[in-house]
């Protein structure tokens, strides 16, 4: 009887690490962003949040840290990337480069990802309508920054806001009306 | 009734409002002090009430429970400026995470060893001397349901005895053993509906819940009574207060800010302690 028990426990905690292995590697993708010397494309990369600095006094005081004091989290940078790269994938390796964390969920179904968090700034911390909004050469694309694919000297802007685009230059919503 | 126990003996208010004030501020605190104290609390308590080795067996129990609960919460929750590594998916594992997720698991555990010293105490006769004249129906709910569980369990087992001495659960393969333990269950289940309309129809029988009824219970309101309350609630008043002032203050996003442990920090721990020990110092009283 003491034996079964055992057995059972030893398979109970097997399935568990599978159960976590499982959750822990979801949303893995197959394909990385590859680090080629060899690439001849650049574009450029900067993440601010400038907005949030007007609402700096509202935020609770361990967010307010957080911001820059010029709103700039990655200044303009020139990066080179490979022929196929999409928006995301430079975002998270130069993030990655400067140690910026960056928090996604990714919804394979439609190979797109959603970007929650840069620098421990997520979406909603200034108001239901805030959030990171991506903007390639002057335009917000409608669809998530991972099918964005990069075309040689693209301008690629991170952005917060906190008003759904419109305090950024957005006026997708404001069309809509 | 444990009669050994100080708690026990008390009036059911004072057993309510000590467990409602645990189990508040377990869930509320996180400070991993305040999380130490009602764990050992909590523990030592069991202990006292089940013996040693039951309370072992329970932690042992709970052990996996808590590492899960630890581990589950990395894997969804990347915030936090602490990046240790990355995981699989892309998103950062950072140590703010994993110590969210360690306090919030010995919350859980911590949490669900109050509960189980809830049940010892806190018996069904105690829950109708509380409510049964405010709420008839609600206590009478509470308690059958409260009894529901061990219960069903107890006959259960009696069935699947029955069954075995009769030679039919142990033999035939696992198909065989599903289908006897499925009767089981079956029956067990009618067993506890028809229970149910009974005591229902037998408390309807007795009058309960008609208007005029009195209550019958055994708990006196004491001298004794009224300090331990006085001292519950002289515990909830200041340690409500020290909370409100952000005392036992611990958060962990985007980094881990702790309240400072000065002179009003200790005496809000201290005094934590103090209230989760309370039945310890109980049971050394006498009558």
Not at chain 1, 29 to 51: F, G, H, I, P
Not at chain 1, 117 to 131: M, P, V
Not at chain 2, 153 to 171: D, G, K, L, P
Request: hydrophobic share 50%; proline share 4%.
């Amino acid at each position: 009887m003491k034996r079964l028990g055992k057995k059972r426990l030893a398979l109970a905690s097997a399935l568990l690490l599978i159960l976590l292995a499982g959750l822990l590697l979801h949303g893995t993708r197959t394909r990385r962003a590859q680090t080629d010397a060899a690439a001849e494309n650049v574009c450029t990369l900067s993440v601010r949040c400038d907005t949030l600095l007007a609402h700096r006094d509202e935020l609770d005081d361990e967010l307010a840290r957080l911001i820059p004091a010029d709103g700039v989290l990655l200044a303009e940078t020139t990066l080179a990337f490979t022929a196929g790269e999409t928006v995301f994938d430079l975002t998270q390796r130069a993030l990655r480069a400067q140690e910026i964390p960056m928090e996604f969920s990714s919804t394979p179904f439609y190979r797109s990802v959603y970007v929650e968090g840069i620098g421990n700034l997520y979406e909603f911390d200034c108001g239901a309508l805030s959030g990171w909004m991506y903007r390639v050469n002057g335009t917000f694309p409608s669809y998530g920054s991972s099918r964005c694919t990069l075309s040689p000297g693209d301008r690629v802007e991170w952005v917060y806001t906190c008003d759904l685009g419109a305090d950024v230059g957005d006026d997708f919503y404001v069309r809509q009306e | 009734m444990n009669e050994r126990d100080g708690l026990s003996r008390r009036h059911p208010l004072v057993g309510f409002l000590f467990f409602a004030l645990v189990l508040g501020f377990s869930m509320c605190l996180l400070h991993p002090l305040s999380l130490l104290s009602s764990f050992c609390g909590a523990l030592s308590y069991l202990a006292a009430l089940r013996g040693a080795p039951a309370a072992r067996r329970t932690l042992l129990r709970l052990l996996p429970l808590w590492l899960l609960a630890a581990l589950l919460n990395p894997a969804f929750n990347h915030a936090g400026v602490t990046v240790l590594a990355y995981l699989p998916s892309g998103n950062p594992l950072t140590a703010e995470s994993l110590r969210f997720g360690l306090a919030a698991a010995g919350m859980l555990v911590a949490v669900l060893l109050w509960f189980a010293c809830c049940t010892e105490v806190m018996t069904e006769d105690k829950l109708l001397c509380l409510f049964g004249r405010a709420s008839p129906a609600l206590a009478l709910t509470l308690s059958a349901a409260l009894r529901f569980v061990p219960r069903f369990a107890a006959v259960f087992r009696a069935v699947r005895e029955t069954q075995r001495v009769n030679a039919a659960a142990e033999e035939g393969g696992v198909l065989a053993r599903f289908r006897s333990g499925a009767a089981a269950f079956s029956s067990v289940t009618t067993w506890a509906l028809e229970h149910g309309i009974e005591t229902a129809d037998g408390m309807r029988g007795r009058g309960y819940g008609l208007p005029g009824r009195t209550s019958f219970s055994l708990y006196v309101f004491t001298a004794r009574d009224r300090r331990v309350l006085s001292w519950l609630l002289f515990c909830a008043a200041g340690l409500l207060t020290l909370a409100l002032l952000g005392r036992f203050s611990w958060r962990c996003f985007p980094r881990v800010v702790r309240a400072p442990l000065d002179a009003p920090g200790v005496l809000a721990q201290l005094w934590y302690l103090a209230l989760c020990l309370t039945p310890l110092f109980l049971r050394g009283e006498e009558g």
